[in-house]
């Protein structure tokens, strides 16, 4: 069977900065409060009419082009979205007209903050059973069409953008790829996180929305235990059973959620600091959209080169977690 390795990546975010600051101005919040209780300076925010699908297809293209590949071949395309353009058609679809890559299929992934995790092990399978030779797995998200900028324990985390990458095959000689993943949901965590009207169970009405209902609800405290308890813990696991430590690890790439739920796996994982990736003061919690991020920001500082052990992690709602452990 080959290995799937990621082969190119491509990210976006709308230029539109919303600063700390100027969510002063919105809630009854303060710089000093967000700074401490998240890391998070600032987040993109998109135009009106900026789409899922316009952000996604913005990445693609650019990671097909990093990779050397042409739209044309592209077999499959993969979105993890919270946020699509609409309820249907997929998000994927309106990628594959948008980036021109008549030949491919595609569908959505719906799981949150852990979606581009679990794209990348969906994607991967296609490489690895050889069904495919160009998998497209994206994660973005607008989080700003779902955020009630009046709720301030919630409207000052999220951030809209992400990215994409590009999934080929590795060569036979190739010491990179995929390695190994767990990923696990617990779905008694689902009221905790989630955005209560528009599906089945409240259809949209006038109600919903005065109730505003439409927004994301997020109880911080509850989320917030269990990412600080379940990152560690799947880290640890898929580490010990692939007779690692995390100091066997050179890259750790966690689901930028808050500072301090980042800051706690690493100590858990006994690993120095600087062999993390954080760019959550730039670009907020962007949902499915902040592993790919953070995996540019890692290329372009130099953190992150081939031949590294990679550790990526991700908490999110459902609720949802995951690890996988790759070579870069
Ligand atoms: O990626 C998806 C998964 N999501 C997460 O992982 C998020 C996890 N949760 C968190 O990151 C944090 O719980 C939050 C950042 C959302 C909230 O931080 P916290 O430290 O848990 O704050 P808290 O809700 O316990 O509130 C502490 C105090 C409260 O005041 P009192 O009751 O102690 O007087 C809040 O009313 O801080 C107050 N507060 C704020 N104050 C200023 C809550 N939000 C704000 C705010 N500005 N924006």
């Not at 995790?117 to 160009?134: D, E, P, R, T």
């Not at 617990?186 to 009221?191: P, R």
């Not at 689901?255 to 006994?270: C, G, P």
């Not at 990679?310 to 070579?327: E, H, I, K, N």
Request: proline share 4%; with cysteine; hydrophobic share 45%.
């Amino acid at each position: 069977m080959a290995k799937a390795k990621v082969k190119s990546i491509g990210t976006a975010v709308p230029p539109k900065v919303l600063s700390n600051f100027d969510l002063e101005k919105m809630v009854d919040t303060t710089n000093d409060w967000i700074v401490e209780r998240t890391g998070i300076h600032q987040r993109h925010i998109a135009a009106p009419g900026v789409t899922t699908s316009d952000l996604s297809a913005e990445a693609a293209l650019k990671a097909l082009e990093a990779g050397g590949v042409s739209p044309a071949d592209v077999d499959l395309i993969i979105v993890a979205t919270i946020t699509p353009d609409m309820y249907l058609p997929a998000t994927a679809c309106l990628v594959q007209d948008k980036i021109g890559s008549k030949k491919a299929w595609g569908f959505d992934m719906s799981i949150a903050c852990s979606g581009f995790l679990y794209a990348m092990q969906v994607g991967g399978q296609f490489i690895q059973s050889g069904a495919h030779k160009n998998v497209v797995v994206i994660g973005v998200d607008v989080m700003s069409s779902i955020i009630d900028y009046t709720d301030r324990q919630t409207c000052i985390i999220f951030g809209d953008g992400g990215g994409a990458a590009l999934l080929t095959a590795t060569e036979s000689d190739d010491e990179v790829g995929f390695i190994d993943f767990i990923h696990e949901v617990d779905g008694s965590g689902g009221d905790y996180l989630c955005l209560p009207a528009g599906g089945s169970k409240l259809p949209a009405s006038h109600e919903t929305v005065d109730q505003r209902k439409h927004f994301v609800h997020q109880e911080g405290k509850v989320v917030f235990k269990y990412a600080t308890r379940k990152m560690p813990e799947l880290c640890v696991k898929l580490l010990e059973r692939n007779g690692l430590t995390g100091d066997d690890v050179d890259v750790f790439i966690p689901h930028q959620a808050n500072l301090r739920i980042i800051t706690s796996a690493v100590e858990r994982l006994k690993m120095p600091m600087d062999r993390v990736v954080v760019n959550i003061d730039q670009f907020g919690n962007t949902t499915a959209g902040t592993l790919p991020l953070a995996i540019e920001s890692a290329v372009q500082r130099g953190q992150l080169k081939k031949g590294d052990l990679v550790l990526m992690a991700t908490v999110g709602a459902g609720f949802s977690a995951g690890a996988m452990l790759l070579r870069w």
